[in-house]
């Protein structure tokens, strides 16, 4: 049987700031790739722009 | 450059905050280690009430003025304060646990209204999705923002209001600067997280409405047929 510790011990809040600080680098994250990405698109010039009538990439081959 | 800046700063910040929280302060006479959890859950409590009242005032902004920078300020509030609500509840949720006995009870009024602020905020963003027209969107958006922020002082004072678990505001108290008084280190590490996690919120916040400004062009550009590829995507404005 594997102790877990007791609920309200130091590994149990470090477990409960894990999470907060986890899940904040997360989103900081993928705001920051959000970010570059939506740059990116802004700096592609316009004849770059996939168009509707492209035909669709065949990722298989 | 700066932000770059800032962004090292706030992390650089938050690791020096959580480790003395963690490791620096002694544990609490009565609560134990759990009392730990206070620093974090008071920060991003205090941090999410600042998002809404910013995602508040910018909707004031965008219904006066109509300036889309508010439409952004205001949405960035909003995406932010939700991760930092989300963060309150569950670090309030690991500290009840090991204090009260029990990680929720609907019947606190602290923690029902808190989960309604959250609930609030969540359908402000889902909102944002009905529509692709920048201006309507806004619009809309707005009187949401403003009808949701009633929400932040019925949080804030439902502890003083109505009787319920939780313990009663931990900042404001007209004569502590903590409510119940603590020991210096205990501030100081509060005041510490506190100061770090502002500053991860202002780099989140900064970045956040770039990003909103960039969407915001981008479909005012498919609009304008700048860009033929998004201009397909984005439906043409309703007469």
Known sequence: MIDL???????????AYGVILGGTGLYALTLARRLRGARQ????????????SDPPIDRRA | MAT?????????????????ALFGV????????????????????WLAYLSFGVTAAASVWWL????????????????????FTASTIWAGMMWGRPVWG????????????TALLLALYVGYLLIRRLTDEPARRATR?????????????????SVVWWRGLHQ?????????????????QFVAALLLMLGAFSLAWLWMMVNRYRLARLEWEAEESARRGRLPGLAAAVPAPRP
């Open chain 2, 168 to 184: 009663g505001p931990t900042f404001m108290s007209p004569d502590t600067i903590l409510n119940p008084p603590a020991p210096g």
């Open chain 2, 64 to 83: 006066v003025r109509r300036d889309p920078r508010a439409d952004a300020v205001a949405l960035a509030g909003a995406e932010v304060g939700v991760l």
């Open chain 2, 102 to 113: 029990t990680y929720w009870q609907w019947e606190d009024p602290r923690l029902t209204t």
């Open chain 1, 5 to 15: 510790g007791t609920i309200g011990d130091l590994a149990f809040v470090v477990a």
């Open chain 2, 141 to 157: 958006a707005a009187v949401v923002g403003l009808v949701a922020a009633i929400d932040i002082p019925i949080v804030h004072f």
């Open chain 1, 41 to 52: 698109t802004r700096s592609t010039p316009a004849s770059d722009q996939p168009r509707p």
């Open chain 2, 4 to 20: 770059r800046v800032l962004g090292i700063g706030a992390l650089v910040a938050v690791a020096g905050a959580t480790a003395f």
């Open chain 2, 26 to 45: 002694p544990a609490d006479l009565n609560q134990g280690e759990a009392q730990r959890i206070m620093y974090i859950h008071v920060a991003s409590a």
